[in-house]
């Protein structure tokens, strides 16, 4: 199995979409939990970060964590066409940190 | 959010050329630094992970004397493709983490925007 699943899509939606981005992982031992956002030629930039269940917000974005599930989600809120880009999951564990492979979001203005 | 920096950010070189790429963390002390390498349309591949003031520690395929790896101190680290080749040609991506003593682990790491290397 595993450590991290993500669907790598591609997804396309419309301007001002309500986005849902999914990743499970199969490590319980995971501390921290962590959305990046890649545009293409570019590193990841760090988004999100929460090492706990339940949502944290931040503007647009909202970051849930379902420990028990092992599930965590990012919603963008009124998707814009500057959100167009890769996000990755991620896990980190001590010193050790797990990606998702990515999902391409496409959003159309 | 914390700045990492990556240069250059395009290297065009000739094959049997040896190449340094520098990262640097611009605003906080990086205990720890990462090397990826990334391919068109896929995800991270971790190459090695370098705790300041001690010897890389390479994942599994990754030839510690094909990619040296320096962290000299805790806001740089290099890494040197030696000798490269075409297939050496890739996109390569630094990140910094500091450590979280109250979870005795890496805070979530910070990007440079990485290096785009072509061997010709």
């Known amino acids: 199995q595993k450590e991290v699943e993500q669907d790598p899509g591609p997804l396309s939606v419309p301007e001002g979409a309500i986005v849902s981005l999914n990743c499970t992982y199969s490590?319980?031992?995971?501390?921290?939990f962590m959305w990046y956002r890649q545009y293409s030629r570019k590193g990841p930039e760090l988004l999100m970060y929460?090492?706990?269940?339940g949502n944290k917000e931040d503007g647009r974005f909202t970051a849930q964590v379902d420990k028990s599930s092992k599930y965590i989600s990012l919603f963008i809120r009124d998707s814009q066409p500057s959100d167009s880009a890769t996000y990755l999951c991620?896990?980190?564990?001590?010193?050790?940190?797990?990606f998702g492979s990515g999902t391409k979001l496409n959003v159309k203005p | 959010g914390a700045v990492v920096s990556q240069h250059p950010s395009r290297v065009i070189c000739k094959s049997g050329t040896s190449v340094k790429i520098e990262c640097r963390s611009l605003?906080?002390?990086?205990?720890?630094m990462f090397w990826y390498r990334q391919f068109p349309k896929q995800s991270l591949m971790l190459m090695a992970t370098?705790?300041?003031?001690?010897?890389?520690?390479?994942e599994q395929g990754v030839e510690k004397d094909k990619f040296l790896i320096n962290h000299a101190s805790l806001t740089l680290s290099t890494l040197t493709v030696t000798s490269a080749h075409p297939e050496d040609s890739s996109f390569y991506i630094c990140?910094?983490?500091?450590?979280?003593?109250?979870?005795?682990?890496?805070?979530?790491?910070?990007f440079g925007d990485g290096t785009r290397l072509s061997i010709l």
């Open positions: 990140s910094a983490s500091r450590r979280d003593r109250a979870l005795y682990s890496n805070q979530p790491q910070h």
């Open positions: 490590n319980s031992a995971f501390q921290y």
């Open positions: 929460t090492y706990s269940s």
């Open positions: 991620a896990f980190g564990n001590f010193n050790k940190f797990y």
């Open positions: 605003d906080f002390q990086a205990t720890t």
């Open positions: 370098s705790n300041e003031g001690s010897k890389a520690t390479y």
